[in-house]
């Protein structure tokens, strides 16, 4: 089934505990994004890939840290959580960053920073 | 500031009325998609819309571009429970690769 998976599904954590998030897609696709959806704000891009080797800051990546080694997986990597990333966080991938690919979601990580 | 403004943020509506969902923007965009989430998932891609004017129909869901692409609606006719959810518009600037998404409009449909 093609699908995109992000673990885990809930994270509590405390202040300054570095973690990651796991994020594969099995779609062969080339671009993917992290996102993060916080009440009235919809869905804010954090940073997002065109391809193997290739990252890219979106609106919202201080903080964060991203990876892409390879083609089907995008970490992100929180080195020290701060309360205010408190959120709800979706993996996205789709074929190319075109206009008219797709995005496919994860079914989210909720994070919460104590 | 959100770059993509949606209205209303919520809405709530009896079963069989017809509602229009708002996406705004002062931006020019090469397209713009809606999205609709439900609650533990993340978003589904309902429809894209690329050129301006353009009107397209999925079922009882109609939506239309600007003709500046700037803005987008969708409009759904006859609401029925099935259509609850959380509705976002997003799109990509003539530059870049960014995805922006709106604010999100909450939908629930009363039976």
């Known amino acids: 089934e093609a699908q995109v998976t992000q673990n885990p599904r809930y994270l509590i954590t405390v202040t300054g505990k570095k973690l990651t998030v796991t994020c594969s897609q099995n779609m062969n696709h080339e671009y993917m994004s992290w996102y993060r959806q916080d009440p009235g704000l919809g869905l804010r891009q954090i940073y997002y890939s065109m391809n193997v080797e290739v990252t890219d800051k979106g609106d919202v990546p201080e903080g964060y840290k991203v990876s892409r080694k390879e083609k089907r997986n995008f970490p992100l990597i929180l080195e020290s959580p701060s309360p205010n990333q408190t959120s709800l966080y979706f993996c996205?991938?789709?074929?190319?960053?075109?206009?008219?690919?797709?995005?496919?979601f994860g079914n989210g990580t909720r994070l919460t920073v104590t | 500031t959100q770059l993509l403004e949606q209205s209303p943020q919520f809405l709530s509506i009896q079963e069989g009325e017809n509602l229009t969902v708002y996406c705004n923007s002062s931006?020019?965009?090469?397209?713009l998609q809606w999205y609709r989430q439900e609650p533990g998932e993340g978003p589904v891609l309902l429809v894209t819309v690329v050129t301006g004017g353009e009107v397209k129909k999925l079922k009882r869901l109609t939506f239309q571009f600007g003709d500046a692409r700037k803005d987008s609606s969708l409009h759904i006719t006859a609401a029925q429970p099935g259509d609850t959810g959380l509705y976002l518009c997003?799109?990509?600037?003539?530059?870049?690769?960014?995805?922006?998404f709106g604010t999100g409009t909450s939908l629930t449909v009363i039976p």
């Open positions: 996205a991938s789709s074929l190319r960053g075109l206009e008219n690919s797709p995005l496919h």
């Open positions: 997003a799109g990509r600037l003539n530059t870049g690769n960014q995805f922006y």
């Open positions: 931006s020019v965009f090469s397209s």
